[in-house]
C-alpha cells in the first residue's frame, strides 16, 4: 500500500523566514496530494493541495510543488507568522479511496 | 460552506456502556469518513461511505460500528470499547471518493 514519508517531524524558525515541509510517496498511482494544518485541539484544516496534472500551485504565502518522477512533494510557507505554529500533515490519496497521511511536522515560529 | 457538524464534542463512557458519535454535513457530499486520531499521531481512516454504503472499512474492530441513515448524516456506534479507545474521532466528508476531503471538529472520547 502507500506510504508516506514527511519531514522533518519538528521545524523552528524565526518569524518572517521560510518554512519547507517535505514529503515522499511509493504509490505511483497516487494523483491528489492535500496539505492539513491543526492546531492544538483542533481540526485539520487544509490550506492547500495539488493534483498530479501541476507541477506547482500557490496561494499567497502558501507554495506546493511536486515532482511526480521523484515521487516528493513540498510545502513551502513564506514570511512565516506566529499563526502558522501548527502541526502540518501532507496526504496522498491511492486510488482515488482514501487518504495515506505523513508523519506530521510540527512548526514553531519564533517572535 | 464547507461545515461538518460532530456531536457530542466531549465524551466520557465506561467500558460496559454503549453510545453514538453523530456527523452530519449539508453541502451534498456524497462521501463520508470517520478517522481516529491519537495524540501526535495523524488521523487514522476508519471506515468510508460512498453513495450511502460502506464503501472501506479498515480492518476495525467489532466494537465500532458504523451507520450511515442518509446522505447527510454519519453515525459510529460504540460498545465495549476500551481505554485504548480514547481518541479525538473526527468525521470528514467529500464530494465524492478522491475530492477534497473536510473535517468535522471532532468528538473528543475518553473511555474510563
Known amino acids: 500500500g502507500e506510504n508516506v514519508e514527511q519531514h522533518p517531524s519538528t521545524l523552528s524558525v524565526q518569524e518572517g523566514d521560510s518554512a519547507v515541509i517535505k514529503c515522499t510517496y511509493s504509490?505511483?498511482?497516487?494523483?491528489?496530494f492535500p496539505w492539513y494544518k491543526q492546531e492544538l485541539g483542533k481540526r485539520p484544516q487544509l490550506i492547500i493541495d495539488?493534483?498530479?496534472?501541476?507541477g506547482e500551485k500557490k496561494d499567497q504565502r502558501i507554495a506546493v510543488t511536486l515532482n511526480k518522477t521523484a515521487k516528493h512533494f513540498s510545502l513551502h510557507i513564506t514570511e512565516t507568522q506566529p499563526e502558522d505554529s501548527a502541526v502540518y500533515f501532507c496526504?496522498?490519496?491511492?486510488?482515488?479511496?482514501?487518504?495515506?497521511f505523513g508523519q506530521g511536522t510540527r512548526l514553531t515560529i519564533n517572535p | 460552506d464547507t461545515e461538518v457538524t460532530q456531536t457530542p464534542k466531549h465524551l466520557v463512557m465506561g467500558m460496559t456502556n454503549k453510545k453514538s458519535l453523530k456527523c452530519e454535513q449539508h453541502?451534498?457530499?456524497?462521501?463520508m469518513y470517520w478517522y481516529k486520531q491519537k495524540a501526535k499521531k495523524p488521523p487514522e481512516l476508519m471506515f468510508v461511505?460512498?453513495?450511502?454504503?460502506?464503501?472501506i472499512n479498515e480492518s476495525v474492530p467489532s466494537r465500532f460500528s458504523p451507520e450511515c441513515p442518509n446522505s447527510s448524516l454519519l453515525n459510529l456506534h460504540l460498545h465495549a470499547l476500551q481505554p485504548e479507545d480514547s481518541a479525538l474521532y473526527l468525521c470528514?466528508?467529500?464530494?465524492?471518493?478522491?475530492?477534497?476531503?473536510?473535517f468535522g471538529e471532532g468528538s473528543w472520547l475518553t473511555v474510563v
Open positions: 470528514a466528508s467529500s464530494q465524492g471518493l478522491g475530492n477534497t476531503i473536510y
Open positions: 504509490d505511483s498511482a497516487s494523483n491528489y
Open positions: 495539488i493534483r498530479s496534472n501541476v
Open positions: 496526504a496522498a490519496t491511492p486510488g482515488a479511496q482514501k487518504l495515506v
Open positions: 453541502m451534498g457530499h456524497r462521501a
Open positions: 461511505y460512498s453513495y450511502e454504503k460502506l464503501s
